[in-house]
Every structure is written in C-alpha cells, then in structure tokens.
C-alpha cells in the first residue's frame, strides 16, 4: 500500500513561489508515475504536472514555465516547485502515484494541501 503525504501549501501574494513536497512510502517514486494535481472549488480535479518513472513530464498549460516538478530518490519524495504564482492557481493540490499496468493498475492520492494565492 503506498501512502502519500503532501506538505508545503500556504498563504502567499502574487508572484510568491511554493514548494511543494510528497513524501511517500510503501514503493519507490522512481518506480512509479507520480504527479500533482488540483481542485477549485466546484470544479473536477486537473492535472498540474505529472513525471513518469523514466523522468518525463507534463504539464498543464496553464503552468508551463512557472511550474516544475522534480523527486530526491533518496528522500523518496517528489516536490512541485510553484513559481510567479497567480490567484487562479489557488486550489487544494493533490500528490498522485500509479503503479503497475492494466489489471494490476493501482491509483494512490494524498490528502491535499491548500495552496492560497492572494492579488
């Protein structure tokens, strides 16, 4: 069982950087896909960015350039560096992880933390 642990999310103004951080544990997260995404109120859940076991990543549109995501294999942690942060990047971001394929296919999440952006 993998279990994620999401920390760094806080108030901050315009233009303010944010690192956050996902602890994980239970398998590697250089063995999985794992990710960050987030939820507005209302609204579903969107990808922000995502890094593949092989160190691909992804982004959203609306974060490319000011956003990166990187792991420390030896903390086992992947981190999602926010910078030149905006009010619409306000939201409760999500750590994710998939591991296996098909039917062995497993989904994990964090609990969230709150990522506050004032103008």
């Known amino acids: 069982q993998v279990q994620l642990v999401e920390s760094g999310g806080g108030l901050v103004q315009a233009g303010d950087s944010l690192r956050l951080s996902c602890a994980a544990s239970?398998?590697?997260?250089?063995?999985?896909?794992t990710g960050w995404y987030r939820q507005h109120p209302g609204k579903l859940r969107e990808m922000v960015a995502t890094m593949t076991s092989a160190g691909s990543t992804d982004f959203a549109d609306s974060v490319k350039g000011r956003f990166r995501i990187s792991r420390d294999n030896a903390k086992n942690t992947v981190y999602l560096q926010m910078n030149n942060l905006k009010p619409e990047d306000t939201g409760l971001y999500y750590c994710n992880a998939q591991t296996g394929s098909s039917i062995r296919f497993r989904e994990y999440w964090g609990q969230g933390t709150q990522v506050t952006v004032s103008s």
């Open positions: 239970g398998s590697i997260v250089s063995l999985m896909t």
